[in-house]
């Protein structure tokens, strides 16, 4: 079974919105902290959000705050990452985490799991 399974990718305008859900196994799901990362190509994959595993606390990267939202529903088993006013600089594939966070949410050494990732394109 496939840990992990992001959708809602795809091609917007800057300005727009796209919400990004990742369903997750019982397994994967249960006790983890989630979290999305991106990778843009020719760089580094970077963090964009965190939650814990209750929902009761999210981080973001700076580039986001204010833009982004992470929420979660433990009883579907899914993540969601709701971004809004789209910029051309968040281009790039979406990949959804889970993991038990020891030290930091951002670091991606942190997590277990991860899902293959979905596009996201912004035109200007």
């Known amino acids: 079974q496939v840990p992990l399974v992001e959708s809602g990718g795809g091609l917007v305008q800057a300005g727009g919105s796209l919400r990004l859900s990742c369903a997750a196994s019982a397994r994967t799901f249960s006790s983890n902290a989630m979290g999305w990362f991106r990778q843009a190509p020719g760089k580094e994959r970077e963090f964009v959000a965190a939650i814990t595993w209750s929902g009761g606390r999210s981080y973001y990267a700076d580039s986001v705050k204010g833009r982004f939202i992470i929420s979660r529903d433990n009883a579907k088993k899914t993540v969601y990452l709701q971004m809004n006013s789209l910029k051309p600089d968040d281009t790039a594939v979406y990949y959804c985490?889970?993991?038990?966070?020891?030290?930091?949410?951002?670091?991606?050494?942190?997590?277990?799991?991860w899902g293959q990732g979905t596009q996201v394109t912004v035109s200007s």
């Open positions: 985490a889970a993991g038990l966070i020891y030290r930091d949410y951002g670091d991606l050494r942190e997590y277990t799991y």
